[in-house]
């Protein structure tokens, strides 16, 4: 449809419809994840969704902007959407059958929100998610105040992606048994790159260092969310994937918003500043959490 779109507005809707399949993805992905294999290996699993994402990361924009060199923007478009059929090819015969869970319906979305662990874990994610995307956009600027090129800031997002690429396989090795220490570690880092970036766009080398502190981070990050997502909500495990998903849009879209107004009116260093004390908050958030049950209480540790 985008390829061949006679008018903004329908690249616009297309756009939009690509919204759609991404929200889908996340909600039945991370959740069918660690069905895929034994209960003790389910979260390697989920770091290997991850991976696959982090991946495509890595890939997607030189890739997109090598077809579209090639063939015009149009064909960008096109080759995306013959990548996309293959993956559906692949899920049809590398995937088994997996049987339906029970439907989810709204009163046990409403119960799970009346604990007060699904409201902090909840308020924890939308911090973190918000935070990330409402200083990521303007990385590049950032990077280009320092006096680093264009071709060179490509090059550093891409370590950015690799950083995030290994940190995922490294986190998935301790996360298993300490879950709450690998949480804390990665957004201690992200804290430090978000706060510390905005001072070194003097020095090249340093904010090079913290774009790849940053992405080691970030590349952990959510599967330290949805491990530690999981674990918290014993026994509303469908409602919390269904809410994890949800506080992931809408962080996205309120960071992203609000990462642009903060931009506009209090300049770039502040914008990282004030994502940098919304991290710190969700690590408080996360120190001070107390399990409601003493099977959670063993696993989150």
Known sequence: ????????????????????????????????????????????????????????MILGVPFGTFTAGLFSWRGAFI???????????????????????????????????KLQTARKSKALIFLIFGAHFATYTYLAPLLQQAGISSDTVTWILVGYGIAGFASNFVASAFISRRLTATFTTVLVLLMVALATLPQMTSW????????????????????????????ASTGHEEASSAMF?????????????????????????????????????????????????????????
């Not at 939009?16 to 959740?31: E, H, K, N, P, Q």
């Not at 502190?213 to 997502?229: D, E, K, Q, R, S």
């Not at 879209?253 to 990462?259: F, P, Y």
């Open 79 to 113: 080759s995306t959407g013959i990548v996309s059929a293959a993956a559906f090819l692949m899920q049809l015969i590398a995937l088994p059958s997996l049987p339906a869970g029970k439907a989810m319906k709204l009163s046990g979305i409403a119960d799970y929100l």
């Open 204 to 231: 090249p080398v340093g904010i090079t260092l913290m774009v790849l502190v940053w992405g080691l981070a970030w590349g952990a990050m959510p599967l330290c969310m949805n491990i530690w997502n999981q674990r």
């Open 245 to 301: 998903t949800f506080t992931i849009q809408v962080a996205i879209a309120a960071g992203s918003a609000a990462g642009g107004k903060l931009v506009d009116t209090l300049g770039l260093p502040a914008g990282y500043h004030i994502a940098a004390t919304c991290v710190l908050v969700s690590a408080f958030i996360l120190l001070a959490y107390r399990p409601q049950n003493k099977a959670a209480k063993l696993e989150i540790r």
């Open 1 to 56: 449809m985008a390829a061949w779109a006679p008018s903004f507005s329908v690249l616009l809707i297309s756009r939009a419809m690509v919204g759609l399949c991404l929200g889908a993805f996340w909600a039945t992905a991370l959740a069918v994840a660690g069905r895929l294999t034994t209960p003790e290996k389910a979260h390697k699993a989920t770091a290997t969704v991850f991976a696959g994402v982090t991946a495509a």
